[in-house]
């Protein structure tokens, strides 16, 4: 079992800066990958991206390629979000779950936050 809680989420101007943090706690949670994911109002939820379970690689959605970086720090049990040069589209509740695999699809993430909201103001 992973018990998964974001942080960091606020009201932010457009081009502005946020680092999101996600404290996991489980015996096994860093075998897993984890990713991002963020919803907006009315919106299917979007892929962000992820991160390997030894944090070697990354991968992103290609909105957010260039502006956001996923970090982990094992030793602390967290996984950061970085965003910079924010944008009203960026507007979201962001999520980060655990997953036994490396993928885009929220359906094979198997543990999940309880989100955080995001708000970018133009």
């Known amino acids: 079992q992973v018990q998964l809680v974001e942080s960091g989420g606020g009201l932010v101007q457009a081009g502005g800066s946020l680092r999101l943090s996600c404290a996991a706690s489980g015996r096994t949670w860093r075998r897993y990958y984890m990713g991002w994911f963020r919803q907006a109002p009315g919106k299917e939820r979007e892929f962000v991206g992820a991160?390997?379970?030894?944090?070697?690689?990354?991968y992103y959605a290609d909105s957010v390629k260039g502006r956001f970086t996923i970090s982990r720090d094992n030793a602390k049990n967290t996984v950061y979000l970085q965003m910079n040069s924010l944008k009203p589209e960026d507007t979201a509740v962001y999520y980060c779950?655990?997953?036994?695999?490396?993928?885009?699809?929220?359906?094979?993430?198997?543990?999940w936050g309880q989100g955080t909201q995001v708000t970018v103001s133009s």
């Open positions: 779950a655990a997953s036994g695999r490396l993928s885009t699809r929220g359906t094979e993430y198997d543990y």
């Open positions: 991160i390997t379970w030894s944090g070697d690689s990354t």
